[in-house]
């Protein structure tokens, strides 16, 4: 990485830096590396602290850069393809699922919920939060919604909470006939609670994919589960998903 | 709006100010309504401009707020529900398609997007430039690539450049037998490129949304889409997709 000076440019400097970053990280730096620090890069690019700090966010935006406290900015491997299953039709906790249950609480759902399901405010959901997991990395953390309507037979006696009683619930919810399921996918950002499981600061970007499955014509469970925007591609369709690597700078002309 | 003092609180304060400020648009606040300016915002809820402007491009991430020059920051209505349509297995600009084609270039395509094709990096390869609308407005660009060898029969004479070129493109494409579409789709910045047909800033977050199309045991034709991530949510799956407002705030239980 040689001194590039990038005063005479008309583009937004971080943006033109950006550029210059990238085809350095594909010429001449191999995934984990580290890279110099702040200062001794700014120098390099004859840009300011702040110049340099808005390129290294666009690009940990973009995937291309991890930073991590006591390790430093480091460049990222290519994003993991996590399969959504859109076309599966299975109930959450059936056959191969790659998630963890983690716990299951009882109480009345936040309002938008409550819409989603066409439930009264007042009538309690089971909440099962679920982890999922590739190579030992936390991916996604999700909040699945089933009112109680829909496992009227559940009792409270056998497995009463944690891990135990979240699998109950699937299992009671498992009895129901899928009718179908419908979902979206947009950006959002983890909130506290997200960013704990994920291993990441409030704030940060994820895609949140929502999914409503459908049985005796009502919606007997609501998903709302939140991937890291910065290691996952989401794939759906036919096989495992493109393996293209999707930088923007590649696909100008 | 009252004033509210943040400077007791131990979490990073635009993001406190942030969740504040989510409720006053929840309670206070009509889509479309023009936000106080930000000396005054500052002023009431007793933050700095730099923590306030985190607060609201944190907002704007979210889909909450939108920020036009010349109009101020405005509440943003609910995202549109865009079909992504991973079930329909139909090409490209068939049928009830929501794009247009605007132009078509005949050049070696970029070095990841040969790679995908698995065509030599020499082998032309036709590009597609198309534009999806709804309500007036783009919500995404696409670059839709076919190699030479997926049109064989296209002759240069009719139809030699712009939108009907395009169309003459996507109808030999249309004589192959489709046998199957993946895809995938994460989170991008949109380059100057994109965020000129998308009426954004270079390095506004969007959704690449990824399409292979198989046809003869090879793929046939890619599309790389880029919605913009403010106003859209990307719908798959049986119906329309799910009418639930996704703010990370309403997951918090």
């Known amino acids: 990485m040689g001194t590039t000076q990038l005063e005479s440019v008309p583009e937004p400097k971080y943006w033109h830096l950006r550029t210059v970053l990238t085809e350095a ?27 340099l700090r808005q390129a290294l966010e666009q690009l940990e935006l973009e995937g291309r850069l991890q930073r991590r406290r006591g390790v430093g900015t480091t460049v990222a ?3 993991m393809g996590v399969a959504v299953g859109t076309e599966q039709h299975a109930w959450p906790g059936t056959g191969e699922d790659a998630w963890q249950a983690v716990d299951c609480t009882l109480a009345e759902p936040p ?14 959901v089971h909440t099962v939060r679920r982890t999922r997991m590739t190579h030992g990395q936390p991916v996604a953390a999700e909040l699945l919604y089933i009112p109680e309507s829909s496992v009227p ?24 006939e899928l009718e179908g399921s419908e979902g979206a996918v947009e950006l959002g950002s983890a909130n506290a609670g997200d960013a704990k499981e994920l291993d990441r600061l409030p704030g940060a970007p994820v895609l949140v994919v929502t999914t409503r499955y459908l049985a ?12 890291r ?25």
């Open 111 to 124: 309002a938008s919920v409550a819409e989603a399901l066409e439930t009264d405010r007042e009538q309690a």
């Open 216 to 227: 005796g014509g009502r919606t007997a469970a609501l998903s709302v589960a939140t991937y």
């Open 153 to 176: 037979e559940l009792t409270a006696i056998d497995a009463p909470s944690g891990a135990a009683r979240a699998r109950a619930v699937l299992r009671e919810l498992h009895r129901l």
């Open 25 to 51: 990280l594909d010429s001449e730096f191999a995934v984990g590396e580290i890279l110099p620090n702040e200062r001794d890069l700014a120098a390099r690019f004859g840009v300011a602290r702040a110049t």
């Open 77 to 79: 491997p290519p994003r």
């Open 229 to 253: 925007a910065d290691t996952c591609r989401l794939t759906f369709g036919d096989s495992g998903g493109v393996e293209i690597h999707q930088g923007p700078e590649q696909r100008a002309s």
